[in-house]
């Protein structure tokens, strides 16, 4: 089985896509998405609905959350709350049902998902200490985790009493080995910030036991513009360039 695997889209269509693209070019099967479709970029809806068309067990990041909960904007900085707000207006009924009722954390054969943290759904694993944490609950060999935006992977084995860490900005390959736990991050597709500006996604290969994760290169300016046409933060434009 090949699982495509997506995170923190984050109403960026252009993006998301482009990387559905690249994963269909790349013959998966099914997609998991951990995460955060909706919250700073211009195209809500328009992401809400391609992923209710996929074949993708997706759960719900803190944006999704935020944007049809009146009142959790306020957990948020001035910036992400005026695009919380903003998408909270533009959200049709159907696709706010559709947020709201996603679940926390999912698990697809023995694979877990979540967004945050396994322990603390909205906690950030930024450290291999947070991700010790996470790696002492799995019940599996392999994690899915998102909400960073940096993709990434921590590793633990039997006999270590710590996480070893390898950023994958530029992608990279993580092989599934025997008597080892994973936790992976694919990367944000809609709003990187390790720096490399390029949307972040992965494959998960369960015959082979490997991991791929690639970054892939889409129309930023397209994407900037809409979301200056739709009145939101310029920051919100200039980020996504930098990959910050
Ligand atoms: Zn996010």
């Not at 991700?131 to 994690?143: D, H, N, P, Q, R």
Request: aromatic content about 6%; proline content about 4%.
């Amino acid at each position: 089985m090949r699982y495509g695997v997506i995170s923190d889209i984050h109403s960026n269509l252009v993006a998301l896509e482009r990387v559905l693209a690249y994963l269909t070019k790349m013959r998966v099967d099914r997609y998991l998405c951990l995460g955060d479709i909706v919250g700073y970029g211009a195209r809500p809806n328009e992401c809400c609905e391609l992923m209710r068309k996929l074949d993708c067990v997706c759960i719900r990041g803190n944006h999704d959350t935020a944007a049809c909960t009146p009142g959790k904007e306020r957990w948020f900085n001035a910036h992400a709350r005026i695009c919380i707000m903003w998408t909270r207006q533009i959200l049709t009924e159907e696709n706010c049902e559709y947020l709201r009722t996603l679940p926390q954390t999912e698990v697809v054969q023995e694979i877990q998902l979540c967004h945050g943290s396994l322990t603390e759904p909205d906690a950030y694993i930024r450290t291999a200490g947070d991700a010790l944490l996470s790696l002492k609950a799995m019940t599996g060999a392999l994690c899915l985790f998102g909400h960073t935006h940096y993709a990434e992977w921590y590793t633990l084995t039997e006999r270590a009493t710590y996480p070893s860490h390898y950023r994958a900005i530029a992608g990279g390959t993580l092989t599934l080995e025997k008597n080892v736990k994973h936790m992976l991050n694919p990367g944000a597709v809609g709003q990187p910030r390790d720096g490399n500006s390029q949307a972040g996604c992965a494959i998960v290969d369960t015959e082979a036991r490997t991991v791929e994760i690639a970054r892939i290169g889409y129309d930023i300016d397209v994407a900037q513009e809409q979301i200056r046409s739709a009145g939101l933060p310029p920051s919100m434009a200039a980020r996504l360039l930098a990959g910050i």
